[in-house]
């Protein structure tokens, strides 16, 4: 079985330049996350899809970062100006759907892509 | 609030001794909890999980947690440690209301030779 697919895997941009993060999960999986883990501290989470509606996304700085998850499957992440405090590995997660059975809750990462702000 | 703590910044055991790595949580109603280990350089793989039932759970590498209800912890543990068990692991807690998922600060985990 394929894993959680990220891309890129290391990317350095300047503040204000934009940036997207692309993410395929593990096939049949209905929920898709995205965290942000900063160095030293545990993943954030910043947006959750159940197929390709939003399930949460209380904790996504919505002034510059957007995401989608276009026919329920690859899901994109977009820092449009970036930050230097969003450097950080964004990670992307998938579960195979915790509406159906609590055995399915555990999630799948992906590698993460580590985005460098200069 | 939901909220996960992770007392230890870093554990440290020799080789072949038993290793216990610590968490204790807060969740409004029954937790759902995990543990996940991060290598150098790769995502997070899930170890381990309570969902109901017994309280001692097995997982993946020889690890086992204990869920304590009065105590609100969820201790990770392993009778006899690996170098190749360094790692990062973090615990876990999911709001079965909010869907979300919380992550704890991380606890290193060095077995020396």
């Known amino acids: 079985e394929a894993g959680v697919a990220q891309s890129p895997r290391y990317k350095i941009i300047e503040k204000r330049q934009s940036v997207a993060f692309w993410c395929n999960p593990i096939?049949?999986?209905?929920?898709l996350y995205w965290y942000q883990q900063i160095l030293g501290q545990g993943p954030k989470l910043l947006i959750q899809?159940?197929?390709?509606?939003?399930?949460?996304d209380s904790q996504l700085p919505k002034d510059r970062f957007s995401a989608e998850r276009l026919k329920g499957v690859d899901s994109t992440l977009k820092i449009q100006p970036a930050k230097l405090e969003d450097s950080a590995v964004y990670l992307c997660?998938?579960?195979?759907?915790?509406?159906?059975?609590?055995?399915?809750?555990?999630?799948?990462f992906g590698p993460g892509t580590r985005l460098t702000v200069t | 609030a939901q909220s996960v703590a992770q007392p230890e910044d870093q554990v440290n055991v020799a080789e072949g001794n038993p290793l216990t790595v610590k968490c204790t949580y807060s969740?409004?109603?029954?937790?759902?909890l995990f543990w996940y280990v991060q290598y150098p350089n790769r995502g997070l793989q899930f170890l381990l999980k309570?969902?109901?039932?017994?309280?001692l759970v097995k997982g993946s590498y020889g690890f086992e947690a204990e869920f304590n209800k009065s105590q609100t912890s969820f201790h990770l543990k392993k009778p006899s440690a690996l170098v190749s068990d360094s790692a990062l692991y973090f615990c876990?807690?999911?709001?079965?209301?909010?869907?979300?998922?919380?992550f704890g600060a991380g606890t290193r985990l060095f077995v020396k030779a």
């Open positions: 309570y969902i109901t039932g017994d309280n």
């Open positions: 899809f159940q197929n390709n509606g939003v399930v949460d």
């Open positions: 876990a807690v999911r709001d079965l209301m909010s869907f979300k998922t919380i």
């Open positions: 096939s049949g999986h209905a929920t």
């Open positions: 969740v409004s109603g029954n937790p759902y």
């Open positions: 997660a998938s579960s195979l759907d915790p509406a159906l059975l609590a055995g399915n809750l555990e999630q799948y």
